[in-house]
């Protein structure tokens, strides 16, 4: 199954250096989700060829205008497009009495539903799952009520052991079941048990999305061991009172938790404006944790 | 004195092939007057190079979101970025209580004023006005209250004819009072009329800004003559039945608008995300007012 992140916004409050505010587009296998929508993420899905067809679900992490203000020109941009299907829209409570009042002024009936699913966790909980994947909210701290994201596939089928299905002559009709782990009665009796016939499915994949946040060791427990966990480093170390002054994380803070939460990589992103050249953010990471890579728009990482 | 245009947003309501939504920056003499503000005019601002520090007003001309979406990220950034002096904001009923809605949830307590100046005329009136400028509403037909804005150039002093006022010896604490049109007493007695030591000043300039707007002769009265006008034409010919549908102007009917207001020069925009290539809209344009010029984003247009 393909499972990737395309970044469509890299960069922390302020738009600089042509870098736009928080944007994530996952892909898995063909479903879109999105992840914050800051200014200009529709006109970045065009120019990165992001197709929206399939975007069904939209998660916001928190109501700073650089993780949403794009929002309403993609719901309008649905509607001129003759969207129909429904688009959900997961995040805290206020969205919905905003899209409102600039509906209101704008005499715009929708031709598609919009179903809003307000996340007001002060604890990690499913917020939504389909058969492939499920998403946990995390629980962050920042200056407002912040919500990240955990995406993790369901634990796949059981891989068939096609030379054993030919040796024992089994039956197609059956396969479903086995991949599925049950075990083979065949017709004298006898019982093939399933692991005899089949491999472990490949480990579940996850994905965890966490801006904006102070350095917050509570989150660990949850992500330990995710494949990629993008992490926001807003300031360079040097800058860490000011971190702490705004609730964001350093590069050093941000790789600590990869490194604590032990994650099959890190990525960093939402960075300062102050910061024209980024080499020094990905160095301060990779000093603690090495397979580090810089947010880049337009780029997709394969989880 | 310096008086310009840059368009910042050329396209219509879904943007396109890299062409953004309404927004046009006006540069008087250093200060600046953003026209519309559509998603991603301020990544607009820095790609072209647009200094804010002298832009005070915002003018906005109705509430759909292709032509305000932007404003937001807008605040916001002027905020990080320390604005200490007032944005004025002059648009439709319904900007204070939009931007009030996202700030509420946002917890932000801007560092700076937003003075708001709600337009709900039926009828041109003067909406602006420094030393230098008057701004009118103009009054546009679409499917919601709509402005357009005729900024005009005050009159300018009379230009100083330097060989007469050494021929007369005048004093140089007397030239203000000559350039605002007095005569000068000599101390003989004898008067020099003004028109003796001075020439007329430069014709006012002018610029109209008429977005979003179905084809409406009532305004032509008030825009003729202007030195620039800026008037969507959303729709080739071809499609004036989704013009008249939709409550735009198609080419022609831009074009005939310029042509019987004797505009100095046409600029047209807000073109249909459905064409890519622009050159048949200018050439319908140009069958009919032949000094038509496209908006092309980036580009600044003398007034």
Known sequence: MHFEVTILGSNGAIPAYDRHPTSHFLNYNGDGFLLDCGEGTQIQMSRHNIKRGRLDHVFITHLHGDHFFGMMG????FNLNYREHTLHIHGPLGIEEIVNAHFKYAQTQLKYPIEFHVITDDRPR????NNALTVESIILKHRIPTTGFLFREKTGMRKILPEKIALHQIPVQDISRIKQGADYTQSDGSVIANKEMTADPAPARSYAFCTDTVYNESILDQIQGVSVLYHEATFLNMHKD???ETLHSTTGEAATIASKAQVGKLIIGHYSARYEDLA????????????TELAIEGKSYTI
């Open 242 to 244: 000011r971190a702490a």
């Open 74 to 77: 993609l719901i309008t941009s």
């Open 126 to 129: 499913l917020v939504f799952e």
């Open 280 to 291: 020094p953010m990905l160095a301060e990471c990779q000093e603690v944790f090495l397979n």
